[in-house]
């Protein structure tokens, strides 16, 4: 089981940030910007384009509202999009508020919030999905 499906299980903690039967979203741990989000399927495929065309659809619609909710509760010019999952072998999309390009940098440092700033974020997120 990988350590999404864990996390989407509820047996790792996250902070949940939208969900429903097929598909899971959550503050990444640690954001290339405020808001940067993970989106999976419950279902467990390592590499996204092995995903049936069903599902990559899905996963994307869901995104696609989970963007919308993000970009309510985080101001940003808009919400990018990024598939890199060089780390973890569970399909996921990032979503990342942007101002700049540079918000989309994998590569620099990370940055850090208090649990306290991640939880009532990812729980402003998840009021404002449910509200869509
Ligand atoms: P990728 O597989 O797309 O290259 O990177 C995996 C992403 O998942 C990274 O941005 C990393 O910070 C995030 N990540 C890895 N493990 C965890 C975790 O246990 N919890 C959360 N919330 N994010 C994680």
């Keep these: 089981m990988s350590i999404f499906s864990k996390i989407a299980a509820g047996e790792i903690p996250s902070y949940k940030c939208a969900e429903d039967e097929r598909f899971y979203a959550f503050l990444d741990i640690n954001p ?21 065309d069903k599902t990559l659809a899905d996963l994307h619609v869901f995104a696609k509202k989970v963007a919308v909710a993000l ?8 919400v990018g999009v ?13 979503l990342v508020p942007m101002q700049t390009e540079g918000d989309m ?23 404002a999905f449910k509200a869509l």
Excluded: N, W
Excluded at 71 to 78: A, E, I, L
Excluded at 82 to 94: D, M, R
């Design 32 to 52: 290339v910007a405020y808001g940067h989000t993970l989106v999976i399927p419950r279902e467990e495929t390592d590499y996204i384009f092995d995903l049936d």
């Design 71 to 78: 970009k309510q509760v985080v101001p940003c010019t808009k």
């Design 82 to 94: 990024a598939v890199l999952g060089l780390e973890v072998p569970h399909a996921h999309i990032h």
């Design 105 to 127: 940098d994998f590569r620099k440092a990370k940055l850090q919030f208090s649990a306290e700033e991640m939880q009532a974020l990812a729980d402003k997120v998840y009021a």
